[in-house]
């Protein structure tokens, strides 16, 4: 990789552009089984738009961030710590994790936060090869009746819920398309 | 360089806010801790509801912003202008064309939809504060949902009282999980809390951000023989004749004569251009 791709694909008006996908990522969060699109920053492959933007618009220097697998490469680590500034970190020690769902390996690794402080728990970035409103059938707060959502591993997932209120909170990419499952939403395989 | 960036606060906060509003959204009813920043303007007067308001901002937006239902009251006023300065958003007074809206002390009349914010101002997010000072032991409560204190509270207006008195910022859980604090709203908008659109709380001074996700369950708590009651003002408004919306006393003279009004000034506003009267609207003493 050479500086000018390190050093390029960031936002080009960071406070604008990061407002947009920020409403996004909240949007999802805040309705889980919705995907909206968002991008804004062209990141180094293997790294989607999503994901990419996503990590631009949330971390910082004070976020650890672990690159799982694939994502872990010279490329990526120089273009976020370019871009951030955040720390890498191993899977237990992150704050946010990026990766796609074989990578990211097993949850409990993760950080769900403590009886105390609930927030204090890892967000998960997966990538994704398709992303679709169809599948396992969600239903929780966020969610007027019944939502559906392509979920790479739904027993896994059902037990990191099981958690609640601890756990951890994903959010899924592919391409520059977004959703996010938080915690609080239970998920029911049948669909 | 002689502009304020978007929205006023520098990027790395609005990230720190916005971190903490995705764990808020994550945990309905949690209040999860914040660097609350110092604004242009003092604690107590809306820091909290403004900082979040500035993280979720967009260019796009069009913003409303109340105190007490009312759009024209100083810190309505002056919380607008200055999102007008420092982010150059679209303002409007009406509900209907809002997208986000920063309220102090009201829920609006009218239904929001999916598409809009409402952000609260708080200036004591911790339901349990007054029963127990010390913020150690109130966390642990909320983590061991040991909320019977509450109860004890509710229980003693009953005892002493014949109901349950307490008519603003009423408890509620949120999701069947944590108890709540909706900022000092009257409980007669606690019905409310139960809607379509995304509910953000942020208490400045006290360093906390806490959020209601669309169609999230939220009960106020009450008992199974003293129910939850959501009382207003046994009036219709005496100037657009609502019957059914919050309404705020006004004292007219010595003389002991008062007028009761909507407390959401656009709601009113509205009724009487659709051609709605009350009882004083043909005085033109108002």
């Known amino acids: ?44 492959a293997p790294l ?30 120089q273009w976020l710590t370019f871009h951030t500034g955040a720390p890498i970190a191993v899977a237990s020690e992150a704050d946010f994790a990026v990766g796609t769902w074989q990578a990211l390996g097993t949850l409990t690794q993760y950080r769900i936060g403590t009886p105390e402080y609930p927030d204090r728990s890892a967000t998960l970035i997966v990538e994704c090869d398709d992303l679709q409103q169809a599948g396992a059938a969600l239903t929780g707060p966020g969610i007027k009746d019944t939502a559906h959502l392509s979920l790479p591993d739904v027993p896994a997932l059902q037990a990191n819920a099981a958690l609640y209120p601890l756990g951890c909170d994903f959010f899924f990419t592919c391409d520059d398309r977004l959703a996010a499952l938080p915690r609080s939403t239970l998920i029911n395989a049948e669909g | ?77 002056s919380i607008r202008k200055f999102f007008e300065n420092t982010a150059g958003v679209e303002t409007t007074e009406e509900t209907e064309n809002a997208t986000v809206i920063q309220t102090r002390h009201r829920i609006p009349e009218a239904k929001l939809t999916e598409d809009q914010i409402l952000v609260y101002q708080v200036p004591i997010p911790e339901p349990l504060r007054f029963l ?33 008195s307490t008519s603003y910022a009423y408890p509620v859980k949120v999701s069947g999980r944590y108890v709540m604090d909706p900022s000092p709203i009257p409980k007669f908008d606690n019905p409310k809390l139960e809607m379509d659109a995304i509910q953000l709380f942020g208490a400045g001074r006290e360093q906390r951000i806490y959020a209601v996700p669309p169609h999230t369950q939220v009960v106020s708590l009450d008992f199974e023989d003293y129910p939850f009651e959501a009382t207003k003002a046994d009036h219709p408004c005496d100037l657009c004749g609502a019957e059914d919306s919050y309404l705020d006393e006004v004292i007219m003279d010595d003389a002991g004569n008062r007028m009761f009004v909507c407390s959401d000034t656009d709601f009113c506003r509205s009724r009487r251009a659709q051609g709605h009267e009350g009882r004083l609207s043909k005085e033109g003493a108002i």
């Open chain 2, 132 to 164: 127990e000072p010390r913020e150690t032991e109130t966390r642990k409560m909320h983590s061991l949902e040991e909320y019977g204190l509450m109860h004890v509270k509710l229980y003693e207006d009953i005892s002493q009282h014949g109901a349950i």
């Open chain 1, 48 to 77: 989607s738009v999503a994901a990419g933007t996503l990590l631009l618009t949330l971390c910082d220097p004070d976020t650890r961030v672990h690159l799982a697998g694939g994502l872990n490469t010279d490329a990526v680590r």
């Open chain 1, 1 to 44: 990789m050479n500086a000018q791709t390190q050093f390029s694909g960031g936002f080009k008006n960071a406070p604008i552009d990061a407002a947009y996908a920020f409403r996004a990522a909240m949007t999802v969060m805040a309705r889980p089984g919705v995907i909206r699109l968002i991008s804004g920053t062209q990141p180094p």
């Open chain 2, 1 to 77: 360089m002689n502009e304020y960036n978007f929205a006023y606060l520098d990027e790395q906060t609005k990230r720190m806010i916005r971190r903490a509003i995705l764990k808020g959204l994550a945990v309905p009813g949690y209040q999860v801790p914040f660097a609350s920043r110092e604004m242009p303007m003092p604690y107590g007067w809306g820091t909290g509801g403004v900082q979040v308001s500035a993280a979720t901002l967009t260019p796009d937006d069009t913003l409303k912003v109340i105190d007490q239902g009312a759009d024209d009251t100083t810190n309505a006023v």
